[in-house]
């Protein structure tokens, strides 16, 4: 007599039906693949119905749920209502596009549920080898070390951590600031990110220890206000330590004058750290690479895989010239954490030495991935055009009389807007009705007081087309709202 299946067991979480759920996870590829070559056809975003948010608001589930259902539900509830950084006419903030190939390498990661704290096996590897290509691109040699990080603000603020050791010697994570003299002092650009001032806090520095110094026409750090500052902090009695440089500003794309901040970052013994979240890996440019000469001599970079790089989020990154920096910043011995020469538990040095977080996702294989799959030079390629549309874009402004360009083009951000009385009211609006429309997504920013029009072209599926529609949509939403109520 055929012996009957055991029944279910109620505790495990595996399937009690492998070749459904098998059948139940190929319909949820196909779906997701489905929606992402389907991009273009949809609104770029919608506002989500208030139906929509009030069914999400469940009573945590008690009992199990089909794998159907559930996916049944995400398709009702949260595909259709993304932020829209998929779809080829979005252009606000800086937000990457996410690729296939880092789709498929995240879906593998999770697969495999690897903790990259430490250990011996070959995600720990495989995170330091993307780590070493990325620390070549940028000509830093053997010593240098890195980490995957959520993104550029973990990444900076691990930098102002490093620097602040690095000056303060290993006492300060003893003793904590409270127990040395130095009173420290940083440096960077009135166009740098909002996460260093928060950096600085969090680091219990104090968002007043950053000096927020002028920039140039071109959005660019002013050395001689640098070192007029530098000089009247350390007449002060202040300790200058960390001099942040910018490449690619989150308002406008402003490259600082990276070999210059470094000369005086040499010169006055700073910690020169650079925030590359997104312009960095124009590095991979042969056009954009020039423009960021001098970031080759930086302490530290910090950048971000999840914006220009299109691997899906989230993949920041930062690398240290010299390794044992980030060794000696986060380094903290447990019994439990004990690295052996043999055996699982060899593999040394960890990565959780290296860094705050001691459980690690594989955020390198979605990166290998995406760079394997494309190559760094078509990766390049897929930069500069962001750029070559920014550029367009910036001409068809200039070249449209109701529009103003309100900041160089530089790399891919475009900052304009349309002329008219309440220019700043009727920018705002004109983007949230472009934005309410699905026609296109940009934001805003404020640039010398004046509310601009912010199209920052990160994604690799945008084409000249959507630039132009962004204009005739800006044209023709503003030349309505600018003729008034009864239009
Ligand atoms: C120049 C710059 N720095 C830092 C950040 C913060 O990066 P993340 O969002 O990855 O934390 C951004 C984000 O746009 C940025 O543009």
Request: aromatic share 6%.
């Amino acid at each position: 007599m055929a012996s009957q299946p055991p029944p279910p067991d109620p505790a495990d979480l595996d399937p009690v039906h492998w070749p459904s759920s098998r059948a139940q996870a190929h319909r949820m590829l196909d779906d997701i693949l489905d929606h992402l070559e389907q991009v273009r056809e949809r609104p770029v975003w919608q506002p989500i119905p208030d139906a929509v948010r009030a069914a999400l608001r469940q009573p945590s589930p008690g009992g199990p749920t089909g794998l159907a259902e559930v996916h049944g539900e995400f398709l009702r509830l949260v595909l259709p209502y993304g932020a829209g950084n998929l779809h080829p006419a979005f252009m606000g903030w800086v937000h990457g596009a996410g690729n296939l190939a880092g789709m498929l390498g995240e879906m593998l990661a999770a697969g495999l549920n690897a903790n990259l704290g430490g250990r011996d096996h070959m995600p720990v590897e495989l995170e330091r080898q993307v780590i070493r290509w990325v620390a070549g691109w940028f000509g830093l040699p053997a010593p240098a070390g890195g980490l995957f990080v959520t993104g550029t603000s973990m990444a900076n603020f691990m930098a102002v951590l490093v620097a602040r050791t690095a000056t303060l010697g290993a006492p300060v994570r003893t003793r904590g600031l409270a127990g040395v003299p130095e009173r420290l002092a940083a440096y960077t650009s009135a166009a740098a990110h909002a996460c260093l001032p928060k950096a600085m806090d969090m680091a219990g520095l104090g968002r007043d220890a950053l000096r927020i110094l002028p920039v140039d026409r071109q959005g660019r750090l002013e050395p001689r206000a640098l070192t007029a500052a530098i000089a009247a902090d350390r007449a002060a009695g202040l300790t200058p330590f960390l001099l942040v440089g910018t490449a690619g500003t989150v308002d406008t794309g402003a490259v600082d004058d990276l070999a210059a901040l470094a000369a005086i970052a040499r010169t006055e013994r700073l910690w020169f750290h650079v925030d590359g979240a997104y312009g960095a890996l124009g590095i991979l440019a042969p056009d954009l690479a020039p423009r960021l000469a001098g970031i080759q001599q930086a302490d530290s970079i910090a950048l971000d895989f999840h914006k220009w790089g299109q691997v899906p989020y989230d993949a920041g990154c930062i690398l240290v010239r010299d390794g044992e920096r980030l060794r000696a910043t986060f380094a903290a011995p447990a019994a439990y954490l004990r690295q052996e020469a043999r055996g699982l538990a060899a593999g040394a040095p960890w990565p959780c030495d290296f860094g705050p977080d001691l459980s690690r996702g594989f955020r390198a294989l979605k990166t290998w991935f995406t760079l394997k799959v494309h190559g760094t030079e078509r990766m390049g390629a897929m930069i500069s055009r962001t750029c070559r549309l920014a550029q367009h874009l910036g001409a068809r402004v200039e070249a449209a009389e109701a529009l103003e360009l309100l900041a160089p083009v530089t790399l891919n951000i475009v900052c304009f807007r349309h002329r008219g009385r309440d220019a700043d009211a009727l920018n705002q609006r004109i983007v949230t009705e472009l934005q309410e429309s699905g026609v296109a997504a940009p934001s805003t920013t404020v640039l010398d007081g004046r509310c601009a029009i912010r199209a920052a072209i990160v994604n690799h599926r945008t084409q000249v087309r959507d630039v132009d529609s962004l204009v005739a949509a800006v044209l023709e939403v503003g030349g309505r709202l600018a003729r008034g109520p009864e239009a």
